[in-house]
């Protein structure tokens, strides 16, 4: 019986997360670069009101119930210039290390109840 490691698979599955998250800034460049409204799909109520011309009413009542951690991938002073990318790698990874130890933990629940 042949027992093979995953340790090459998670190497190259955390490879590939840091690389997205050091591709994160494209969702600032490239939008600006395009003058679009903002990276697909991370409109706010405000910039949807203004590209649809109105904004759905069920659509402001869920807009109303959740604010971002970290609105706008920045902290304050990091706005601007090349801070507001080294703020969105820094938001990239504490939302990806937040969803890994949350995946770790929830795996970790799941698998001991399944050795009862």
């Known amino acids: 019986m042949i027992v093979r490691s995953n340790a090459g698979n998670y190497r190259k599955l955390w490879f590939g997360i840091g690389i997205l998250i050091l591709l994160a800034p ?3 460049i490239l939008p ?6 903002g990276a ?11 590209i649809a011309g109105y904004l759905p009413e069920g659509l402001k009542r869920v807009s109303e119930l959740w604010s971002a951690p970290i609105a706008g991938y920045a902290f304050p002073g990091w706005d601007k210039g090349a801070k507001s990318y080294g703020a969105y790698i820094v938001s990239g990874l504490i939302g990806a290390a937040i969803v890994g130890a949350l ?12 050795h009862d």
């Open 40 to 50: 697909w799909g991370e409109w706010g109520a405000g910039e949807i009101k203004d």
């Open 103 to 114: 995946s770790y933990l929830l795996g970790s629940v799941l698998e001991r109840g399944g």
């Open 26 to 28: 494209m969702g600032l």
């Open 32 to 37: 600006a670069l395009f003058m679009a409204h």
